[in-house]
T-cell receptor, first 112, second 111 residues
Framework: NAGVTQTPKFQVLKTGQSMTLQCAQD?????MSWYRQDPGMGLRLIHY???????DQGEVPNGYNVSRSTTEDFPLRLLSAAPSQTSVYFC???????????FGQGTRLTVV | GENVEQHPSTLSVQEGDSAVIKCTYS??????FPWYKQELGKGPQLIID?????GEKKDQRIAVTLNKTAKHFSLHITETQPEDSAVYFC??????????FGKGTMLLVSP
């Protein structure tokens, strides 16, 4: 049972480059979300989705895009990477609102 | 929006002691309060949660209490063990599973 799978685990980007962080879940969960974790800041919500075709912004959405074409996948796109986007990114899924969120192992991104 | 404050930021205890982590929230409409444990290099994992219609919940050595009037909730770990060492996050939500997290507490349990 894979749960929530994030790829890649590590990535180094140059300023201005673009990339996509992948997230897939095999639990048929409707709710998926992306968080970033910075030292001393906890986890902050970037974007979330309550079902295929539906996405919305979280607390820190600037510089990121998402789409949800299938229930399983929720990719996060960085359009033009900036050093301020250096962080650890976590994808999470849950069956419905106010239920356990299952997190992936994270992607550590460094922008130089 | 919701604001969750968590204290302390670090907590050191001896093995066998109890540990208490406290959180306050700002939005009285929040109704779901989970606690997550994050070990080094891993994603957070749910350890216990409580809903607003319950004042206390216990699971073996872990318990959570909720005071809706004061808008605070606490995590209690009894008989701590070295494997309890980790970062603990509280969170609050009022729907759509958009959790607002506290900034975390690093718990160190010394043998």
């Amino acid at each position: 049972n894979a749960g929530v799978t994030q790829t890649p685990k590590f990535q180094v980007l140059k300023t201005g480059q673009s990339m996509t962080l992948q997230c897939a879940q095999d639990m048929n969960h409707e709710y998926m979300s992306w968080y970033r974790q910075d030292p001393g800041m906890g986890l902050r919500l970037i974007h979330y989705s309550v079902g295929a075709g539906i996405t919305d912004q979280g607390e820190v959405p600037n510089g990121y895009n998402v789409s949800r074409s299938t229930t399983e996948d929720f990719p996060l796109r960085l359009l033009s990477a900036a050093p301020s986007q250096t962080s650890v990114y976590f994808c999470a899924s849950s069956r419905q609102a106010n239920t356990e969120a299952f997190f992936g192992q994270g992607t550590r991104l460094t922008v130089v | 929006g919701e604001n969750v404050e968590q204290h302390p930021s670090t907590l050191s205890v001896q093995e066998g002691d109890s540990a208490v982590i406290k959180c306050t929230y700002s939005d009285s409409a929040s109704n779901y309060f989970p606690w997550y444990k994050q070990e080094l290099g891993k994603g957070p994992q749910l350890i216990i949660d409580i809903r607003s219609n319950v004042g206390e919940k216990k699971d073996q050595r872990i318990a959570v209490t909720l005071n809706k009037t004061a808008k605070h909730f606490s995590l209690h770990i009894t008989e701590t063990q070295p494997e309890d060492s980790a970062v603990y996050f509280c969170a609050a939500s009022k729907g759509y599973s958009t959790l607002t997290f506290g900034k975390g507490t690093m718990l160190l349990v010394s043998p």
